[in-house]
């Protein structure tokens, strides 16, 4: 899907102004039959400015992404690999 690309970038971008290592912020896209994942990768040291105080952050990122997927007519799904 090409729809994949501003959804990506999206990710991308948030996820780099969170973090102190802005340069091992990776986002990787698999799509599936009902939906696309999205995985973010950033470094170690990074990973509670990601996810945040109880989860916040991340749930902040994936309700920005869901509404970014809605535009684009998609299903979308957020996660934080190690």
């Known amino acids: ?25 990776t986002v990787e896209v698999v799509e599936t039959e009902e939906a696309q994942e999205y995985h973010l990768r950033v470094n170690q040291a990074d990973m509670g400015r990601v996810i ?12 920005l992404l869901g509404s970014s997927a809605a535009k684009a007519n998609i299903r979308a799904t957020l996660e934080i690999v190690e």
């Open 1 to 25: 899907m090409e729809s994949a690309a501003p959804v990506k970038d999206l990710i991308e971008f948030i996820a780099k102004k969170l973090v102190e290592h802005p340069e091992d912020v």
């Open 52 to 63: 945040g105080k109880s989860g916040r952050t991340a749930k902040a990122m994936r309700t």
